[in-house]
């Protein structure tokens, strides 16, 4: 991931009216998606619920009428009467009677020429057809044969509903049926045996419910389903109206109406869409370019711009989604979807307030007219809050502190949602709970991705926030306990020169905290070697009488190089890397080299100066050249015999004429004006600092002191 980061952020050069033109394109193209594929607003409603509003037909459309379809269907079925089956014990005794009578009476032979084979055979079929023949009126027949249901095995005969038993027309129906359907030669054997089974006189019937239901089932799935026209303007629902399924159908009949009849992709709808994406994005540019001329020339800092914005607008985009798939179960749930606080927050951590105020402008706006929610619940709760955020953030200073930050936009947004319910009449019902629920839910979820997101953003887009900074001025980071207990005197030159380049950086609106914490850093190289440094040598030895002028400088410079490796092992942020490296700029180690030119008899030809000379680069900021001030001044500043307020000036006006003299400035946007505001900072700073304190006598000394 580390490799990921270092890939965008090389790839990523300042300055580079290529890079920025791109990430306008980018910026571009997520406007233009998130305002032209935007979802259909229609109020989401719930069965058996009362209606909070009118709700009227926005376009002409149709939808299936369930209502008017069951009148079809009950119609179809008015002309089914019952349908009836031959009681199965019934046609059992009457074939074992039908049996007997062939077995035991010899008179049927007479003229007939059936032989008893084919009377017994028939006997046997004839019990099998009235086991599945089917009988009712003629009305219910003739409309299972139109219906093709079935139309062979049904007798239409008149039956007594109030009596139900077989009728005598049944059988000369039958005998015909069976007469047709068979072949000659067996034509007497039927007439015999259907002439035997009419005698019998205890025929019952019943009513066949198995297949009733299933004709029934037919006739129903014939009926097409009846759609009703709804007129542009029509009523669907009036306010307090309790909510039937046919309401629900015809919002969402309507609403896919309205979808089908945006045509997205006609391309008076995709110019629409991307004038307003395009003025949207000029705009923004053009702010950027007038009241933030910083951010708008750094790539960087508008990638991460960019990608705060796109990310809150995909939020936004993924939440419609959820709530537009499951309207009715989440619809009431997220009322007060509070989503633009998650980009102020990020914005104003990483970039400024001033940036992070006019995005929750534009992004409420832009989410609010666009999004399918309640437009007037969301701009009100996501200003707001987005506001709170702003305010809020200005005094974090730890990362775990975003969640405070979070739990107090819930305090806030909490009278905006007891409000909100007061006006509408629901304040005492569930819906205020779960509107409070809901709402800690999602802020306490974006300060997760905050959090998570806060490394992430500072490594990629080499940002420095206070965050970043207060984390490094733990007295407990390793480097800076080594600088304490190896280097104490580089350790105590560095907090004084924080002091001082803070002061400074203050004074001409620099950012004082990074040019402190970077004090702190400036000079980790001497971690290395400690006793060659001045401020760490106690005693009358010193070191380098026993080292040549030239190796003197060699290791005092080294002590830069040495500074950055020790950061990048330790992954201190670039911006801390580049200030050790420029804090010295291209000066020279003075003292060794008027040594080394008093070894070749002053002769300064004879003299390499590039040996004593710092490898730079020059400072690129107006923090780089305020640390390199006060670290000059500072040390130069132990070396005063006295220390009074125009001494201090005087040493200060030298030592930065001859920063100026050497061009160590040409490189940053430091003015003159700048450096007279730092001088006269540091002058009174050091002054008060160092100043001698009144010397008691013994008998008189304070306790305190």
């Not at 305010?391 to 969640?403: A, D, G, N």
């Not at 509107?435 to 300060?447: G, P, Q, S, W």
Request: aromatic share 10%; charged share 25%; glycine share 4%.
């Amino acid at each position: 991931m580390n490799r990921w980061m270092r890939s965008i952020s090389e790839g990523l050069k300042e300055n580079r009216r290529g890079l920025r033109l791109i990430i306008a394109i980018v910026f571009f193209l997520a406007l233009f998606a998130f305002v032209h594929f935007r979802e259909v607003r229609v109020e989401a409603l719930e069965i058996e619920a009362k209606a909070s509003s009118y709700i009227v037909a926005q376009v002409d459309f149709s939808f299936p009428d369930e209502e008017a379809t069951i009148i079809l269907r009950q119609e179809a079925l008015s002309d089914i009467s019952s349908i009836y089956q031959i009681d199965p014990k019934s046609i059992k005794e009457a074939r074992l009677q039908v049996e007997d009578y062939f077995i035991r009476n010899k008179n049927w032979r007479g003229n007939n020429s059936a032989t008893f084979e084919e009377i017994y055979g028939t006997i046997e079929r004839i019990a099998d057809e009235l086991q599945k023949i089917k009988i009712t009126d003629e009305r219910t027949s003739r409309k299972a044969c139109e219906s093709k249901y079935i139309c062979m095995g049904m007798v239409q005969v008149p039956i007594d509903t109030q009596n139900p038993v077989l009728p005598k027309e049944f059988w000369p129906i039958f005998l015909n049926e069976e007469l047709n359907n068979n072949s000659v030669q067996s034509k007497e054997a039927i007439k015999l045996v259907v002439d035997r089974y009419a005698s019998y006189s205890q025929w019952n019937i019943e009513v066949d419910y198995e297949e009733l239901r299933k004709f029934r089932t037919h006739i129903e799935a014939l009926v097409e389903g009846k759609n009703t026209s709804v007129k542009a303007g029509s009523l669907i629902i009036s306010e307090g109206e309790t909510v039937t399924d046919r309401h629900v159908r015809q919002i969402a009949e309507m609403k896919k109406q309205i979808r089908e009849s945006r045509n997205l992709f006609s391309w008076n709808t995709l110019l629409g869409s991307a004038i307003i994406a395009f003025l949207l994005t000029v705009l923004i540019a053009r702010y950027f370019r007038l009241y933030h001329t910083k951010i708008y020339y750094s790539s960087l800092s508008l990638s991460l711009y960019s990608t705060i914005v796109i990310l809150t607008l995909g939020g936004a985009k993924l939440i419609e989604y959820f709530l537009i798939e499951n309207a009715q179960f989440l619809t009431d749930y997220i009322r007060f979807p509070v989503l633009v606080p998650f980009a102020a927050i990020l914005i104003s951590i990483l970039l400024n307030k001033q940036v992070a105020l006019f995005s929750s402008f534009f992004l409420t706006i832009v989410i609010g007219l666009t999004l399918a929610v309640d437009q007037g619940r969301f701009l009100l709760i996501n200003y707001v809050a987005s506001l709170a955020a702003i305010f809020f953030s200005q005094s974090l200073i730890k990362r775990k502190e975003v969640f405070k930050i979070c739990l107090l936009l819930w305090l806030i947004c909490t009278p905006i949602i007891l409000g909100s319910n007061l006006i509408s009449s629901s304040f005492l019902q569930m819906s205020t709970v779960y509107d409070l629920v809901v709402t800690l839910l999602l802020v306490m979820a974006e300060a997760v991705l905050i959090a998570l997101l806060l490394p992430v953003f500072e490594t990629a887009f080499h940002v420095m926030t206070d965050l970043r900074l207060m984390e490094l001025m733990d007295p407990n980071n390793e480097l800076i306990r080594r600088l304490c207990f190896e280097a104490p005197g580089t350790y105590q030159h560095s907090i004084m020169v924080g002091i001082l380049a803070e002061a400074a950086c203050l004074a001409i609106s620099a950012n004082g905290l990074l040019c402190r914490v970077s004090a702190l850093f400036h000079d980790i190289g001497k971690l290395f070697n400690p006793n060659y440094f001045t401020e760490n040598q106690f005693g009358d030895f010193n070191v380098h009488r026993l080292l040549s002028p030239t190796e003197s400088a060699m290791v005092i410079i080294s002590h830069v190089h040495e500074g950055v490796e020790l950061a990048k092992k330790h992954k201190l942020p670039r911006l801390i890397i580049d200030m050790i490296q420029q804090h010295h700029g291209t000066t020279m180690v003075s003292y060794f080299y008027q040594k080394e030119v008093e070894l070749r008899d002053g002769n300064s030809d004879l003299v390499d100066k590039t040996l004593f000379t710092y490898p730079g680069p020059k400072p690129q900021t107006k923090e780089a050249a305020v640390l390199m001030i006060c670290d000059t001044v500072e040390a130069a500043s132990r070396s005063l015999e006295e220390i009074n307020e125009k001494n201090v000036e005087d040493l200060v006006n030298r030592l930065v004429a001859q920063k100026i003299k050497m061009d160590q400035f040409s490189d940053c946007d430091i003015s003159f004006k700048e450096l007279e505001m730092v001088k006269k900072v540091v002058i009174h700073t050091l002054y008060v600092s160092r100043h001698s304190r009144i010397k008691y006598h013994s008998k008189n000394t304070r306790a305190e002191d």
